[in-house]
C-alpha cells in the first residue's frame, strides 16, 4: 500500500540544525514535496524535488532524498523561532488516472530560544 | 491580490444538520481540492474538481458532496452532520490541468475551517 511516515515531534534550540525525516513505500513516487502549517493556518508549499535528484538547495533549507532508501529529509539552517511550525511530507504518485499526493502525517517542529 | 478564502471559520453545528463550507479562489484555477485534517490521520482529501462540473471522490468522501458551479466555489455540504465529521477542513487549489503531483502545480490552501458537530 501507499505509506508515509514521519516522526511526529522535534524539538531544537534556535540557531541550531534542524533535520526532519520522511520514509515512503512508493518507489514509482516522481515528486516529493515538503509543506510548512503554521498554527492557525493552511500549508504552504516550501520546497519540492524530483526523484531523479538526490539533493537540493534553497537557501537555509536542505533537500536530500535516498531513493534506494526511500528516504526524503528537510535541513534548516540556523533554525528560528519562525520556523516553528508542523512540517508535511508529501510524495507524488503518477498512475494511469490515480494521480494524487499522499501525505504524512506532520511533524512538529518546536523551536527553543 | 489573487487568494483564496474559506468561509466560516468557525462552525459549531448538531448532529443531523446540513451543513455547507464555502471555498472562493479569485486564481482562476482550474483544480480544487477539500481535505481534513485530524490528529493521527494528517491531511486526507475528500472531494476534488479539475474543473466547472467535475467533481470526484477521494479518500473519505462518504458523507460528503461538492458541486463546481463555476472556476472560484467549491462548496463542500455535509448532508447529515455526525460527531465523526468534526474536524479542520482545508480547501486548496492549483493552476492547470496537469498531474496532481506535479511541481509547477503547487497546491495553495486556504485557512482552514474549525467544524464542530455536537
Known amino acids: 500500500g501507499e505509506d508515509v511516515e514521519q516522526s511526529l515531534f522535534l524539538s531544537v534550540r534556535e540557531g541550531d540544525s534542524s533535520v526532519i525525516n520522511c520514509t515512503y513505500t512508493?518507489?514509482?513516487?516522481?515528486?516529493l514535496y515538503w509543506y510548512k502549517q503554521e498554527p492557525g493556518a493552511g500549508l504552504q508549499l516550501l520546497t519540492y524535488?524530483?526523484?531523479n535528484m538526490d539533493m537540493k538547495q534553497d537557501q537555509r533549507l536542505t533537500v536530500l532524498l535516498n531513493k534506494k532508501d526511500k528516504h526524503l529529509s528537510l535541513r534548516i539552517a540556523d533554525t528560528q523561532t519562525g520556523d516553528s511550525a508542523i512540517y508535511f511530507c508529501?510524495?507524488?504518485?503518477?498512475?494511469?488516472?490515480?494521480?494524487?499526493?499522499?501525505w504524512g502525517l506532520g511533524t512538529s517542529l518546536a523551536v527553543n530560544p | 491580490d489573487a487568494e483564496i478564502t474559506q468561509s466560516p471559520r468557525h462552525k459549531i453545528t448538531e448532529t443531523g444538520r446540513q451543513v455547507t463550507l464555502a471555498c472562493h479562489q479569485t486564481?482562476?484555477?482550474?483544480?480544487m481540492f477539500w481535505y481534513r485534517q485530524d490528529l493521527g490521520h494528517g491531511l486526507r482529501l475528500i472531494h476534488y474538481?479539475?474543473?466547472?462540473?467535475?467533481?470526484n471522490k477521494g479518500e473519505v468522501s462518504d458523507g460528503y458532496s461538492v458541486s463546481r458551479s463555476n472556476t472560484e466555489d467549491l462548496p463542500l455540504t455535509l448532508e447529515s452532520a455526525a460527531s465523526s465529521q468534526t474536524s479542520v477542513y482545508f480547501c486548496?487549489?492549483?493552476?492547470?490541468?496537469?498531474?496532481?503531483?506535479?511541481?509547477?502545480?503547487?497546491?495553495?490552501f486556504g485557512p482552514g475551517t474549525r467544524l464542530t458537530v455536537l
Open positions: 486548496a487549489s492549483r493552476p492547470g490541468l496537469a498531474a496532481p503531483d506535479a511541481p509547477y502545480n503547487e497546491q495553495f
Open positions: 486564481w482562476n484555477h482550474n483544480n
Open positions: 474538481s479539475y474543473g466547472v462540473q467535475d467533481t
Open positions: 512508493d518507489s514509482s513516487s516522481t515528486y
Open positions: 524535488i524530483f526523484s
Open positions: 508529501a510524495v507524488g504518485k503518477s498512475a494511469g488516472n490515480n494521480r494524487k499526493l499522499i
